[in-house]
T-cell receptor
């Protein structure tokens, strides 16, 4: 079962542009995480935002969380070729497991 | 230091064969997780260990799937009588915490299993 759903499923942008991905979820959460997966480095944790936080930054990443709309967004600014990857949101389940969405495939064009 | 390692990286099995997938977590990490990732999907939880204790195996899809971590470090995921629907990437992750959802999980490269 998957709680989070990323949108869009796939995104292609020019290098240097900003990329925005969205995640919607169904039930209340304590925290939400974003992960990146590419063939080179596997699945890597990017950032965690707690339910009482609205925005969080890490380098070129900006994550927002709107618990009233049950949605989160991940913004990558000044995209680079190395940002080409699949991005997953993951929410905590009632039993403290994390549940991943299906992911957004991001392709940075040179 | 070394990250999470998994072996083999690729495994091809004939339907009905048994397979064993190995995970070496980061040294000292208490918690270990197994996930199954089908093509085009996100990882799905299979099972969780805290040291040698298997605290949650609710995600194992059938009794053909079995996982162990006898000494609280290396873990093995065994699949008996493999079926074509078992074809997927099997990911292992470890964390230094007690398994809470807020603990950062460090993932291995995965084992891609193909059942013919």
């Amino acid at each position: 079962s998957q709680q989070g759903e990323e949108d869009p499923q796939a995104l292609s942008i020019q290098e240097g542009e900003n990329a925005t991905m969205n995640c919607s979820y169904k039930t209340s959460i304590n925290n939400l995480q974003w992960y990146r997966q590419n063939s080179g480095r596997g699945l890597v944790h990017l950032i965690l935002i707690r339910s009482n936080e609205r925005e969080k930054h890490s380098g070129r990443l900006r994550v927002t969380l709107d618990t009233s709309k049950k949605s989160s967004s991940l913004l990558i600014t000044a995209s680079r070729a190395a940002d080409t990857a699949s991005y997953f949101c993951a929410t905590d389940a009632r039993d403290d497991k994390i549940i991943f969405g299906k992911g957004t495939r991001l392709h940075i064009l040179p | 230091g070394a990250g999470v390692s998994q072996s083999p990286r690729y495994k091809v099995a004939k339907r009905g064969q048994d397979v064993a997938l190995r995970c070496d977590p980061i040294s000292g990490h208490v918690s270990l997780f197994w996930y199954q990732q089908a093509l085009g999907q996100g990882p799905e939880f299979l099972t969780y260990f805290q040291n040698e204790a298997q605290l949650d195996k609710s995600g194992l899809p059938s009794d053909r799937f079995f996982a162990e971590r006898p000494e609280g470090s290396v873990s093995t995921l065994k699949i008996q009588r493999t079926q074509q629907e078992d074809s997927a990437v099997y990911l292992c992750a470890s964390s230094g915490g007690s398994g809470a959802s807020t603990d950062t999980q460090y993932f291995g490269p995965g084992t891609r299993l193909t059942v013919l």
